[in-house]
C-alpha cells in the first residue's frame, strides 16, 4: 500500500500546483520526537478537504500552525499568500480539539467576546445556530457537557465568514445522532468560496462532505488525492482505505 500512494504526495490533489493554502517541507521538532516531516500539499479555494490519520500523527500540530498558534517550524506555509501571522488570523477561523473557553462565561458571553473579537463574526448567524443545536445562551460553559461544548465553539467558528475553517475533530466528543445535524452545520453556514480542512477519526460519517483527503502518518503526508480517485484506484471507501493503511498503527 505504501508503494501505491507513494505518488500520491506532493502537490494539490486538484493537480494544480499553488492555491489558497499552500505547504512546502513543513518540519516542526520537538525534544525527542518529530511530529511533521517535510508536510507539502496546496489545497484551493472552495474545497473541503479532510485530514486524516491515527493519533499522534501531527494533524493537531498541522493545524495549530495554519492558525498561527505554533511556529518554529521549518519549510513554508502560505495562506491566502501569506505566511502565519496578524493577517492570516483575521481571516482563518480555528475549532481547537479541546474547549479554549473560560469556565467563567455563559454561552451568550462567548458569542459577545468572538462578535467584539473578530470584525467577520456574525452574530446574528451565531445565535440562529443556537437555536437549531438548541443551546441554552445563558448556561454557563463550566456546566456543558464535553459535546455540548463542542456544539458552541463549532457554532463559534462557523458563523465568521472566513476564507480559511480549519476544524479540529469537530464531532469526536457526540453522539451519532447529533453527528448528522453537526456535519450539515458545517456544510450550510461555511462560505462556498472558502477551504475548509476537517480533521476526523470518525471518518464514514463525514467522507461523504469531502472533496479530497490527505493522510498523515508519522508527520508525512503519504497520499493527498481527490475521494473519487481514492474509490477509484483503491476499490473502496475512504474509511476502508484508512483502515487497511492505518490497521497496525
Given amino acids: 500500500m505504501d508503494r501505491i500512494m507513494a505518488d500520491n504526495t506532493g502537490e494539490g490533489a486538484s493537480g494544480v500546483p499553488g492555491g489558497f493554502l499552500e505547504l512546502r517541507g513543513v518540519t516542526k521538532r520537538y525534544p525527542g520526537r518529530v511530529a511533521l516531516r517535510g508536510a507539502t500539499f496546496s489545497i484551493p479555494r472552495g474545497r473541503i478537504v479532510g485530514l486524516l490519520g491515527p493519533n499522534g500523527a501531527g494533524k493537531t500540530t498541522l493545524i495549530k500552525i495554519l492558525a498561527g498558534i505554533l511556529g518554529g517550524y521549518e519549510g513554508t506555509v502560505r495562506i491566502d499568500g501569506q505566511v502565519p501571522g496578524a493577517y492570516t488570523k483575521s481571516i482563518v477561523s480555528y475549532l481547537p480539539d479541546r474547549s479554549s473557553l473560560p469556565h467563567w462565561m455563559r454561552i451568550s458571553d462567548a458569542v459577545a467576546f468572538f462578535s467584539d ?60 445522532a447529533a453527528r448528522d445535524v453537526i456535519m450539515d452545520t458545517i456544510l450550510t453556514q461555511y462560505c462556498e468560496n472558502s477551504t475548509l480542512l476537517l480533521s476526523t477519526q470518525i471518518i464514514g460519517d463525514v467522507e461523504r462532505v469531502f472533496n479530497s483527503v490527505i493522510f498523515l502518518r508519522n508527520g508525512e503526508v503519504i497520499l493527498n488525492e481527490e475521494v473519487d480517485a481514492v474509490r477509484e484506484r483503491y476499490k473502496r471507501s475512504v474509511d476502508g482505505l484508512f483502515r487497511e493503511v492505518f490497521k497496525c498503527c
Fill in 117 to 176: 473579537f473578530y470584525a467577520d463574526f456574525d452574530r446574528a448567524k451565531a445565535m440562529e445556530l443556537i437555536g437549531r443545536l438548541r443551546l441554552n445562551p445563558a448556561e454557563r460553559i463550566a456546566k456543558l457537557s464535553k459535546g455540548t461544548c463542542e456544539k458552541v465553539q463549532l457554532v463559534l467558528a462557523m458563523s465568521r465568514t472566513a476564507g480559511l475553517y480549519v476544524l479540529d475533530e469537530p464531532i469526536g466528543g457526540v453522539d451519532p
